[in-house]
C-alpha cells in the first residue's frame, strides 16, 4: 500500500508477534507493540494508531478489556486474534465495538485481506466529500463523524454501523441481500461468519431505537434488509 499505516499490535506471544511484525512491515505497515500490557489505554493513546490488532487472552487484562477501554476514547478500527474457538468469543468482540475477528491458527493472507479490507472502509469513504451527509427518515448520517442524528439525539457508530447503515441508505426503500452486505463490508464472505452480520444489525438498531427509529430498518426473510423511508 501506498501509504504508511501504523499498526498497534497487542500480542503477548513474542514469537507470534516478531513474525507478524516482520511480515506486516513487509508491506509496509509500521508496527508498534506494547511494553506494559498493564497500561495498554496510556500506550494506545501516546501511539495513536490507525488499527489495533488485539489477542483475546492477555497478561493482566483480557482484550475484550482493552477493547471496551480504546472504545471510550476512540472509533480505531480494532481486529481481534483469539485461539479459542468458542462462537461467544466472535458475538463479544463485535458487541464491544471490534471490526473484525481472526482465528488462531490462520494464514498470514488471511489477516492481510482483512487488515486490507478495515483500513479503505474505514479511512478511504471519508474522503469522498460530496457524500460526507445523507439524510434518512429525517435523520442526518455524518459519515466522517460517525454519528446518526436527529432532534431526538446523536447517536455514535461503529465502523460496521457505519458502513451498514451507509449501505441501506444508499439504496434506501430497496432491499439490500445478506450477500451484497458481506461481500461489500468484508470484501471476501468466505472468511465472515454469517452471524456476525446478525450481531452488527441488531446492534445497529438498539442505536437507532434512541432515535425513534426502531422500525426503520426492515428484515426480508431470505433476501435481506431494507431502510424504509416514507420521504423518498
Known sequence: MSTLFTIMLIEDDQTLFTELKERLTQWSYEVVGVKDFSNILQEFTERKPDLV?????????????????????????????????????????MQLGADDFVQKPFHFDVLIAKIQATLRRVYNYNTEQNLELKTWCGATLDLVKGTIS??????????????????????????????????????????????????NVNRLRRKLADLGLSEAIETKIGQGYIAKDKTV
Open 53 to 93: 490488532i488485539i489477542d483475546i487472552q492477555l497478561p493482566k487484562f483480557d482484550g475484550f478489556h482493552w477493547c471496551r477501554m480504546i472504545r471510550t476514547h476512540s472509533k480505531v478500527p480494532i481486529v481481534f486474534l483469539s485461539s479459542r474457538d468458542h462462537p461467544t468469543d466472535m458475538v463479544m468482540s
Open 150 to 199: 436527529n432532534e431526538e439525539a446523536s447517536i455514535e457508530l461503529t465502523k460496521n454501523e457505519l458502513y451498514i447503515l451507509k449501505l441501506l441508505v444508499e439504496r434506501k426503500n430497496e432491499i439490500v441481500t445478506r450477500e451484497e452486505i458481506i461481500t461489500s463490508l468484508w470484501d471476501d464472505e468466505r472468511f465472515v461468519s454469517d452471524n456476525t452480520l446478525t450481531v
